[in-house]
């Protein structure tokens, strides 16, 4: 998975949050400004869809790991962050959970604040000391 389809991706899980809703009119209304290839459009519109099913198990894991407040409290930009690699890190065998942790970290300095890059950072690495065994299962291993 490409860094345009990431930030594609965050910025549809971003809108979602804000409306309370998803369909396709919102990618097309992102990649109206920001045009995109059709592979980055498909490979975001997979990742939300993937999100979306699981988006209560990755919940449940952000809090897990990220107990100090409610994941409905959390900055949008962060959560979303933490959704789309931890979600990664479960189904993407192909990446490695390095590469995919050093992603959210620079979205994280490009989008968040400016404590975010060390927050998600310090969440992932945590997820990935629980998880010594990545693969299609870790999302069932990491569940509270």
């Not at 990431?6 to 396709?24: E, M, P």
Request: glycine share 6%.
């Amino acid at each position: 998975m490409g860094r345009q389809a990431r930030i594609l991706a965050l910025q549809c899980l971003y809108v979602r949050d804000v409306r309370g809703s998803f369909d396709t009119a919102i990618v097309d209304w992102l990649c109206a400004d920001d045009p995109v290839s059709g592979a980055v459009r498909r490979n975001a519109e997979h990742l939300v869809a993937g999100i979306l099913d699981d988006v209560d198990r990755l919940d449940a894991v952000i809090q897990k790991y990220a107990p100090a407040l409610p994941v409905e409290l959390l900055a949008i930009v962060d959560r979303n962050i933490l959704r789309v690699a931890i979600y990664e890190m479960a189904k993407r065998e192909q990446t490695p959970n390095r590469v995919i942790i050093n992603e959210a970290t620079e979205l994280a300095s490009n989008f968040g604040s400016e404590s975010s890059a060390r927050f998600v950072n310090g969440v992932l690495g945590s997820v990935l000391n629980d998880s010594p065994n990545p693969g299609a299962d870790t999302l069932a291993r990491l569940d509270p």
